[in-house]
């Protein structure tokens, strides 16, 4: 089994500072892990994925994370927020030892950033 | 086309009806996954296709719930006697599944409400 956890339903943050969008998860071979964004009335857009290599990793829009295997955490950051960030964002994980596994997602972090 | 492309956008019924839910993924992309967003959660996996075939159909929540993909490319979600519990966002995405570390595209959705 595997699963998401987004410990915060959400995150405010004023608009220049930096943001932390928290992810836990949990998977039995190795994790492939992934941050989706959703704006109001629209699907999920991809953000960034980690495969392997180096625990961080830089996306779109800005975004990085950070990959941390000791403590099964998957952190959304952004060195300097803008209002359009506004959104909710989820978290998802594979098990990468089962071709064609199902991403499971997180709950969701609503992100509001505030001029 | 250049995205997922889902119809209908929005479909009201009244409980007892047949629905059905198209999806028309990126040209090429050979996995197709359903997911279900109720309001306020993360989408909830319910089948994914690798060709024509339903790989995994493990998160179909019973079985006045169906899809197919007769040829490996459109999908349909078919819901049976539909109930209001079964209102949500019903999203489609598809794959490259290039190694299993492939992100999916998401469709935007189509919104379901069973009056």
């Known amino acids: 089994a595997q699963s998401v956890a987004q410990p915060e339903d959400q995150v405010n943050v004023a608009e220049g500072n930096p943001l932390t969008v928290k992810c836990t998860y949990s998977?039995?071979?190795?994790?492939?892990l992934f941050w989706y964004v959703q704006y109001p009335n629209r699907g999920l857009q991809f953000l960034l994925k980690y495969i392997t290599g180096d625990n961080l990793v830089k996306g779109s829009y800005g975004f990085e994370a950070e990959f941390n295997k000791s403590q099964t955490s998957f952190h959304l950051k952004k060195p300097s927020a803008l209002v359009s960030d506004s959104a909710l964002y989820f978290c998802?994980?594979?098990?990468?030892?089962?071709?064609?596994?199902?991403?499971?997602f997180g709950g969701g972090t609503r992100l509001m950033v505030k001029p | 086309g250049a995205g997922v492309s889902q119809t209908p956008s929005n479909k009201v019924t009244e409980k007892g009806k047949y629905v059905e839910l198209r999806c028309d993924p990126i040209s090429g992309h050979t996995a197709l996954y359903w997911y279900r967003q109720s309001l306020g959660q993360g989408p909830e996996f319910l089948i994914y296709?690798?060709?024509?075939?339903?790989?995994?159909d493990s998160g179909l929540p019973n079985d006045r719930f169906f899809a197919v993909r007769p040829e490996g490319s459109v999908s349909t979600l078919k819901i049976q006697r539909t109930e209001r519990g079964d209102s949500a966002v019903y999203l489609c995405?598809?794959?490259?599944?290039?190694?299993?570390?492939?992100?999916?595209?998401f469709g935007e959705g189509s919104r379901l409400t069973v009056l």
């Open positions: 995405a598809s794959s490259s599944l290039a190694g299993n570390t492939g992100e999916l595209f």
């Open positions: 296709f690798q060709g024509t075939g339903a790989a995994d």
């Open positions: 998802a994980v594979r098990d990468g030892g089962n071709a064609g596994n199902m991403l499971t």
């Open positions: 998977v039995s071979g190795n994790p492939y």
